[in-house]
């Protein structure tokens, strides 16, 4: 979760361009405690509205829900570990897989689009015959 807030309060401060990149990453990552949240089958709302006032404060960054009761705990004492470099590089890797495969579907539906144009029906020429074919051609 305190990823996802970072990237959240991260977006007011992008480009408009790259913002809306930011703020879905981060909403994206409040999925991981949601789901803890409706298997434990605790008030998800009003949990994870606590969760995001922790997190905001900015002094309380270990706490998180706990799996097993669907509370919220202070991770350190529950030992549980979340590396921020682990989670960092997993997520760098997804972005750049996904990025990825953009790329690959802009280069193969790029191909099928290119369609040379046609001149508008009044302004096509007709075509020229250098063979002398045309019976109506002077003698």
Known sequence: M???????????????EIAGAYRAAGVALEVIPRTLLENCGADIIRVLTQLRAKHASGTNLTWGIDGEKGILADMNELGVWEPFAVKSQTIKTAIEAASMLLRIDEIVSGTHKQHKKRAPVGQQQAPQDEGGDDPRAEV
């Open 2 to 16: 305190a990823i996802a807030h970072a990237l959240v309060a991260g977006s007011k401060t992008q480009e408009p």
